[in-house]
Nanobody, 121 residues
Framework: QVQLVESGGGSVQAGGSLRLSCAAS????????VTWFRQAPGKEREGVAT????????AYADSVTGRFTISQDNAKNTVYLQMNSLKPEDTAMYYC??????????????WGQGTQVTVSS
């Protein structure tokens, strides 16, 4: 059974940093997208950063480009999201998802339970 477990969320002040982790178990596909999505209250879930695990290729939403970095540790089956220069508008529940395509939310087969990020001004 595939499981994705996020961790690393918390509360920080604007300008601060957090690193989220998404630990995967139960699947062995090395050719998949793993994507971080976020959802703020009253808003749709949006893609933030994605990585294609085979090549390591990445893509980012415009709103986080230059501030967030997605990376992977294949030995640990873990994908990270380093978030720097955080802004209050980054406040959301962050989810990782696997076995989908890029930022196409509906395409993802597996989702984690989410980790809350709160940024205060």
């Amino acid at each position: 059974q595939v499981q994705l477990v996020e961790s690393g969320g918390g509360s920080v002040q604007a300008g601060g940093s957090l690193r989220l982790s998404c630990a995967a178990s139960g699947y062995t596909s090395s050719r998949t997208f793993v994507t971080w999505f976020r959802q703020a209250p009253g808003k749709e879930r949006e893609g933030v950063a994605t990585i294609y695990t085979h090549s390591g290729g990445t893509a980012y939403a415009d709103s986080v480009t230059g501030r967030f970095t997605i990376s992977q540790d294949n030995a640990k089956n873990t994908v990270y999201l380093q978030m720097n220069s955080l802004k209050p508008e980054d406040t959301a529940m962050y989810y990782c998802a696997a076995e989908g395509i890029g930022f196409r939310r509906e395409s993802y087969k597996y989702w984690g339970q989410g980790t809350q990020v709160t940024v205060s001004s």
